[in-house]
């Protein structure tokens, strides 16, 4: 099952993205810890799409893709400049809080609770992917 939307491009859209992930999670069934961490790393990565990436177009794609064995979820952002998440500095969780740089908390809270976040980007295109499997629980 693969289903897309576009959400606006603000963060007021996050209410209608997780009211559309709850219908998935009840369809299919998905237990409260997966949803939870699913809920989570979306609301992460929308909400970086929008305060961070400056773009012409007035909406966000996101298509959710639901297996056996895992769910997906996949944004697109059109017409902004390149930001691989994975060249931002590791943060160092294990430094006291007021002698840590802002910023990448959330991008380290999103890989920590799915298990797998992929970017690319290609003529002004962004995507990320993110995949959480299905009934595993090992976070």
């Known amino acids: ?9 603000r963060i007021a859209a ?9 219908g998935y999670y009840e369809k299919h069934s998905i237990d409260d810890h ?3 961490c699913l ?12 305060r961070h990436n400056e773009s012409a177009e007035e909406f966000i794609s996101m298509t959710v893709d639901v297996s056996d064995d895992r769910f997906r979820l996949q ?12 060249e931002a500095p590791q943060v160092d969780v294990d430094r006291p809080i007021n002698e840590r740089k802002p910023g990448g908390l959330g991008l380290y809270l ?10 690319s980007w290609n003529d002004g ?3 990320v992917d993110v995949i959480k499997k ?3 629980r090992d976070v």
């Open 1 to 9: 099952m693969n289903d897309s939307c576009q959400l606006p491009r």
């Open 14 to 22: 996050v209410t209608e993205m997780h009211g559309l992930l709850k």
């Open 34 to 36: 997966t949803a939870f």
């Open 39 to 50: 809920d989570m790393a979306a609301e992460e990565i929308f909400t970086n799409m929008v």
């Open 75 to 86: 944004w697109i952002d059109r017409g902004v400049e390149p930001f691989d998440p994975s």
């Open 110 to 119: 999103t890989q920590s609770v799915v298990d797998r976040v992929t970017y």
């Open 125 to 127: 295109d962004m995507r």
């Open 134 to 136: 299905l009934g595993v």
